[in-house]
């Protein structure tokens, strides 16, 4: 599986759109790349993901370069609740999802 | 809420000793991945079932094991347990194997060794 290099921590301003950057330069042409948080010890929560097309759904934006060699996920208007570690995954065939160490966004007031 | 249950939330055993861990997956969710979250070694994936079958290992101990019943709902078993087992096992789930088919999780198990 293609490897993801994401920052350790990011800030971000309450109500200021959040963007959590992910480099995985090795990608396949058939690899995903999803995205999950998790908020203090609870379960990993699913938020996004796509192949080569950019994603919005009720949660977020993805958006995937030409190269597919780097993405970013986009929380447009972040609250205090948005603070988690994020993981982008690089998912390919029938693996299960391996996850890194993640980027821990803090939202400030 | 996902829809992955899992039971129970929290277990306090102690060292030598054997647990089981249950996982309901999603209604219609054929698929099973099992993961250890300690605090020095983050998500590892443990080992994932699909309609039965394993299908892949990942850093499982020799001392733990699955399975997937017809059911479709698994149980982790882990067995002489050491202090270092102390983690939270998470459960999820996804309808199929393919890439393009999101994993779902539960809400976890609290195991504590003493």
């Known amino acids: 599986d293609a490897k993801t290099t994401q920052p350790t921590s990011m800030d971000c301003a309450e109500g200021r759109a959040a963007n959590l950057p992910c480099n995985h330069s090795t990608i396949s042409g058939n690899e995903y790349v999803y995205w999950y948080r998790q908020i203090h010890s609870q379960g990993p929560q699913y938020i996004i993901h796509?192949?080569?097309n950019n994603e919005t759904n009720e949660m977020a934006s993805l958006i995937i370069t030409e190269d597919r060699k780097s993405s970013t996920l986009i929380l447009p208007h972040a609250t205090l609740r948005d603070t988690a570690v994020y993981y982008c995954i690089v998912r390919v065939g029938n693996n299960d999802m391996r996850f890194g160490a993640g980027t821990r966004l803090t939202v400030k007031p | 809420d996902s829809g992955v249950t899992q039971t129970p939330k929290h277990l306090i055993t102690a060292t030598g000793q054997r647990v089981t861990l249950r996982c309901s997956p999603r209604?219609?969710?054929?698929?099973v991945y099992w993961y250890q979250q300690s605090l020095d070694q983050g998500l590892q994936f443990l080992i994932q079932?699909?309609?039965?079958?394993?299908?892949a290992k990942g850093n499982i101990l020799e001392r733990f094991s699955a399975q997937q019943f017809p059911d479709l709902h698994s149980e982790l078993n882990l067995s002489s347990l050491e202090l270092g087992d102390s983690a939270l096992y998470f459960c999820?789930?996804?309808?199929?194997?393919?890439?393009?088919?999101?994993?779902?999780f539960g809400e976890g198990s609290w195991l504590t060794v003493v």
């Open positions: 209604s219609g969710d054929l698929s």
């Open positions: 079932y699909y309609n039965g079958e394993e299908r």
């Open positions: 999820a789930s996804s309808v199929e194997t393919g890439p393009g088919n999101t994993i779902y």
């Open positions: 796509g192949l080569k």
